[in-house]
């Protein structure tokens, strides 16, 4: 049997990408109530995965001591980064909704703020892939990252 690792949790950056794209499909398709939907469903998972990595992983994170690019403190600036962003895109896409004049030049400019915020998540799941999930992985025995790992995730806690 493979040992576990924290590695697993990069299962959810895979699901969070694919809602993140049909968000972006539904509003080139110029369907805003479904981008809407499926920008709500990704905040759901990612602030999920935000409330997991900050209430069960930074803290243990901490006992693997000071990481070159990767202190705690970048990774929650982070967060509250993108949920920065998301709250915007909300607004914008609540906007397009009410007025119909403009909204194809208004999902052009939603998609190009949105550029930047699918670059800061590439660079926030790298620094958990190269960074946080191997540095866990070297803090905790297996038993530990069992228990923790079980309450990651859908239906946890």
Same mark, same amino acid.
């Given at each position: 049997?493979?040992e576990l690792s924290f590695v697993s949790l990069l299962d959810i950056h895979k699901v969070l990408k694919e809602l ?6 539904? =509003?080139?398709? &110029?369907?805003?109530? #479904?981008?809407? %939907?499926? !920008?709500?469903? /990704?905040?759901?998972? $990612? ?26 403190? =970048?990774?929650? &600036?982070?967060?509250? #980064?993108?949920? %920065?962003? !998301?709250?915007? /895109?909300?607004?914008? $896409? ?64």
């Amino acid at each position: 049997m493979a040992e576990l690792s924290f590695v697993s949790l990069l299962d959810i950056h895979k699901v969070l990408k694919e809602l993140f794209l049909q968000h972006q499909e539904s =509003l080139l398709d &110029g369907d805003l109530t #479904r981008g809407a %939907e499926r !920008l709500e469903e /990704f905040e759901r998972n $990612l602030l999920r995965h935000i409330r997991d990595e900050e209430d069960l992983l930074l803290p243990v994170y901490v006992r693997a001591g000071a990481i070159p690019g990767g202190p705690p403190v =970048l990774f929650t &600036g982070e967060h509250k #980064r993108m949920q %920065e962003l !998301l709250a915007g /895109f909300k607004q914008t $896409l609540s906007s397009l909704a009410q007025t119909p004049d403009g909204r194809k030049r208004g999902i052009l400019w939603l998609l190009d703020r949105q550029a930047t915020f699918k670059n800061l998540m590439e660079h926030h799941d790298l620094r958990e892939a190269n960074i946080l999930y191997p540095a866990l992985d070297r803090v905790t025995s297996e038993a530990e990252r069992r228990e923790i790992l079980g309450r990651c995730g859908p239906g946890s806690r």
